[in-house]
């Protein structure tokens, strides 16, 4: 059964929902209304990533996480934390957190450092590949639809022998073949990934997918806004499940369990 990561920005520039949850007040009524709608865990990010998005300091990061990290540990809610900065993945880590999703893939050396000091208290680890490897997505990339699948497939061998020989247990560490721009600027790339994801399946099944609105499903349907996504993502995210992904992670999830159940419905 798929696990449902409900998304919430902490930020003031993401790219579909910045600002709207910035103050606390507000987020502590999302996230209770993500559980309400189905979400199985919380994703928490307070550091945008967008081609857009601006780099703000690890305090800052920290500080807008702390509250509502023991807001949701009074309530007994699994929290993942969306963070590349060693810092903030430290004090995540020391939280108890049940999750820690890195968009950089946990490239960062002095990542890895604290990842191997905590290797006996460590929450699930989501390594997330990207085009550039980095801390902001950003539109130059090399990636074809030809390519992509070996290209996500070496990075993920790389990755976890890093991990394996820092004995990190296998069922702690999940793969992301991130999305959008990623991957590329051009969504048959990231239709590419949807469409043969049975391929990277076969050797990672700890798989993590976040379609939610994101800018190829605009581009496909002809440059759309974030939140005229929905149908797009909607059918992307049904595709995923129906070839048994293990969790997805997205912003509707109402809009998700209640798909799930029609289709249920029918069977």
Not at 132 to 154: F, P, R, W, Y
């Amino acid at each position: 059964m798929v696990k449902i990561f409900g998304i919430l920005n902490l930020t003031e520039d993401s790219f579909s929902d910045g600002g709207e949850f910035l103050d606390f007040e507000k987020s502590k009524v999302q996230a209770i209304k993500l559980i309400e709608d189905g979400a199985d865990i919380i994703d928490l990010g307070a550091q945008a990533s967008n081609i857009n998005s601006k780099q703000i300091s690890e305090i800052e990061e920290w500080n807008r996480l702390e509250k509502m990290i023991f807001f949701l540990k009074e309530k007994n809610i699994s929290i993942s934390v969306d963070t590349f900065k060693p810092f903030v993945i430290e004090k995540s880590i020391l939280a108890n957190v049940d999750y820690i999703n890195n968009i950089n893939g946990f490239e960062n050396k002095e990542s890895m450092e604290i990842i191997k000091k905590y290797k006996n208290k460590l929450p699930n680890l989501i390594s997330m590949y990207s085009h550039n490897l980095g801390d902001i997505a950003i539109q130059n990339s090399n990636l074809k639809k030809e390519t992509v699948i070996d290209e996500i497939l070496n990075f993920f061998r790389k990755k976890e022998k890093e991990f394996l020989e820092i004995s990190i247990p296998k069922e702690k560490i999940i793969f992301d073949t991130g999305m959008g721009f990623f991957l590329s600027p051009d969504y048959e790339v990231s239709i590419e990934v949807i469409k043969k994801i049975d391929l990277i399946q076969n050797e990672f099944p700890n798989l993590l997918l976040s379609v939610s609105r994101k800018s190829f499903i605009g581009n496909l349907l002809g440059s759309i806004p974030p939140k005229e996504r929905e149908i797009g993502t909607l059918i992307f995210e049904l595709e995923l499940i129906k070839k048994q992904i293990s969790y997805i992670r997205t912003h509707n999830v109402k809009q998700l369990k209640h798909a799930l159940k029609v289709l249920d419905s029918l069977k």
